[in-house]
């Protein structure tokens, strides 16, 4: 700004030089006259009044000096360059430069904080998601944990509830066989009675120990036919050492039927022993005696190379 005000000076200079030099100025001489009265101090009489003398004719007026020839004005001097506006626009296309700069920075700036603040928003909005689905997974688990407590504690009360199913159908049976037991002493009761009280009609031989109107025991060759009953449905695919002996001891009823079954004296060999329980399962019914009756229990043994 400076420099303009300089060179807008320069100019007003150059232009009121120029028009002193190409206007002249013209000086007229201007004639003056004045009159003057004259009094005394002390009055006096008057003089006669002076007659006016003729007029004068009228002096020639003079002529006017011609007026001076000017020199012929000088050729304006040619403008030499002016730096100073040469300057100024330099000075001016650098401050555009700057400035163009300085809004290119402010843009770049402007720019980075956006690029960071939508880094920073994406980063928030990751985190939030982040956060979010930690929440559900949680939610999740604890959800699946709960279920699968509620599901193992259902589990745990369904066992629990077959368990008290079973041990009472095994107290059931057990109590049943209890009775069996007791109704089978109690019909020997009731025999032996009757026997003792029938001792007269004994039919037995000169030298019989019983007590009973007749023998009741099953005769020599009854257990060699229930053992030839059931041997045949003993399934043992191993290999045997020695002979073991397992004794069982078996319950039936009066039509022959097997009610219970359990070993009395192991032979050592488990599977031998579950396989002798499975062919009196499955023989299920035994055959009489030759006196049409069938022992209410016995005790029977199987060896696996008789």
């Known amino acids: 700004m400076g420099r303009a005000w ?3 000076g320069v100019a007003h200079l150059a232009l009121f030089l120029a028009l002193g030099l190409a206007t002249a100025w013209k000086i007229q001489p201007q004639t003056m006259q004045a009159e003057a009265e004259l009094w005394s101090a002390v009055p006096k009489a008057a003089a006669p009044k002076l007659q006016d003398p003729p007029p004068r004719p009228p002096e020639p007026e003079p002529k006017p000096e011609p007026p001076p020839k000017l020199a012929p004005p000088r050729p304006a001097p040619e403008p030499k360059p002016d730096n100073s506006l040469r300057d100024a626009q330099i000075a001016l296309e650098k401050k555009k430069e700057e400035d163009k700069k300085k809004q290119e920075s402010a843009e770049r700036q402007r720019k980075a ?3 960071k603040k939508k880094e920073a928003e994406d980063k928030a909005a990751q985190e939030k ?24 504690k259902k589990k745990a009360a369904e066992k629990t509830k077959a368990d008290e199913e079973k041990r009472q159908q095994e107290q059931a049976r057990k109590e049943a066989e209890d009775k069996a037991d007791d109704a089978r002493a109690q019909a020997l009761r009731q025999e032996n009675l ?29 257990a060699g036919r229930l053992v030839g009953r059931i041997k045949p449905n003993i399934t043992y695919p191993g290999d045997m050492i020695g002979n073991p002996r397992a004794e069982v001891e078996v319950r039936v009823a009066a039509d022959g039927t097997i009610t219970s079954r359990r070993i009395v004296q192991s032979s050592g060999n488990k599977a ?35």
């Not at 998601?129 to 599901?151: G, R, V, Y």
């Not at 499975?278 to 030759?290: G, Q, V």
């Open 113 to 115: 904080l956006d690029k």
């Open 6 to 8: 300089v060179v807008a």
């Open 129 to 152: 998601a982040a956060k979010e689905k930690a929440a559900k997974d949680k939610a999740a688990q604890e959800k699946a944990a709960q279920e699968k407590k509620e599901l193992d």
């Open 272 to 306: 031998w022993d579950d396989a002798v329980l499975r062919a009196i399962d499955k023989t299920e019914i035994l055959p009489k005696d030759t006196d049409g009756r069938v022992p209410p229990f016995i005790v029977l043994g199987f060896r696996p190379l008789d």
């Open 194 to 222: 009757q026997r003792m009280q029938g001792m007269a009609g004994a039919s037995g031989g000169p030298n019989a120990t019983g007590t009973a109107l007749k023998s009741s025991g099953p005769s020599a060759s009854y």
